[in-house]
């Protein structure tokens, strides 16, 4: 039977996988597209950031600083100015600093590549224990770097998620972490995909405000669709694209 608006949150979920691999094509567990340490630095530089703001950010400080030890050993205000494209450079400088000074500490090294051999559950539990790394960030490095079945769930995922009705309504983000991965099998692959789909979902079609419905291929059974727009008729569905248009716009990183 086709997934409708009263279908179970997991056959939601499940649908919007294979919709939304249909629609962008599917992705590859290829060479992670930054180091783990990379990674874990500029997602905390990224919070409430765009992307470009967020590369400007890590590529001053470095230019700034030289590298891990010269970033830990700056003054923290001329970290928190190298890093000014970020929302809140004065809070994320100490934080960074603290950071490196805990890995440091810690593995004798700036390096994370430990990690690959730990247990997801021990690895995430290590990096949120540190300051400013919430379950997203933590996430974000297990699943991209080391491949660990894990799953990001950031503002996109998460909208989409609450609008389709994959997860209750009012389900936070760190509660949406846990369903959303009960719910899917435990495959990295499916999981980067999941991810990368919905963020790109939501950044081009499943906007904030002003949501693109008629582009969107889930409107069959999203919850959101169903209250502004009724059901989708045959002729809606018929209408709506079944792969993404690169005229539209690039996709984001």
Not at 84 to 101: G, K, S
């Amino acid at each position: 039977m086709p997934t409708t608006y009263t279908s179970p949150p997991a056959e939601k979920t499940w649908q919007d996988h294979l919709i939304l691999n249909e629609f962008f094509e599917p992705l590859t567990l290829e060479q992670p597209r930054r180091t783990p340490m990379r990674e874990l630095i500029s997602t905390i530089l990224s919070h409430r950031t765009t992307h470009a703001d967020e590369e400007l950010a890590y590529d001053r400080m470095l230019e700034a600083f030289g590298d891990w030890q010269g970033v830990l050993d700056a003054p923290t205000a001329e970290l928190a100015h190298a890093i000014r494209t970020t929302r809140w450079p004065d809070t994320q400088a100490p934080r960074i600093q603290e950071v490196l000074r805990r890995i440091k500490a810690e593995r004798g090294e700036f390096t994370l590549d430990f990690l690959a051999e730990w247990p997801t559950e021990q690895g995430l539990q290590w990096l949120t224990d540190m300051p400013g790394i919430g379950l997203k960030t933590a996430s974000l490095v297990l699943l991209f770097n080391f491949h660990k079945p894990i799953l990001p769930v950031d503002t996109h995922v998460h909208r989409i998620a609450q609008r389709v009705g994959m997860i209750a309504p009012k389900a936070s983000a760190d509660k949406a972490h846990k369903v959303l991965l009960e719910q899917l099998p435990p495959d990295p692959l499916v999981l980067l995909n999941f991810h990368k789909h919905n963020y790109w979902h939501g950044q081009r079609v499943c906007f904030f405000t002003k949501p693109d419905c008629p582009r969107c291929p889930l409107k069959g059974f999203c919850n959101y669709y169903l209250e502004h727009y009724g059901p989708a008729t045959p002729e809606a569905l018929a209408a709506t694209p079944k792969k993404w248009d690169t005229a539209w716009g690039a996709l984001p990183h």
